[in-house]
């Protein structure tokens, strides 16, 4: 289980500076999570203006 990025993400990047484990880049001009990193703690979710980041 990990955070994933829907394609609401318009690529503010607000999620990717926010991450404390630094999970979040760009992939493909995608916001992705590497799910080997998440620890699900819900921060990227917190500060999206447009709630792209949901658990699966
Ligand atoms: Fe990073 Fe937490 Fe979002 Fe996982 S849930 S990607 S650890 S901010
Ligand atoms: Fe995309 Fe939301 Fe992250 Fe901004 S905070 S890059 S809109 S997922």
Do not use: F
């Amino acid at each position: 289980m990990s955070y994933k990025i829907s394609d609401a993400c318009v690529g503010c990047g607000a999620c990717a500076r926010m991450c404390p484990v630094e999970a979040i880049d760009l992939k493909d001009n995608k916001m992705m999570i590497d799910e080997s990193k998440c620890i699900e703690c819900g921060v990227c979710a917190g500060v999206c203006p447009v709630g792209a980041p949901n658990i699966d």
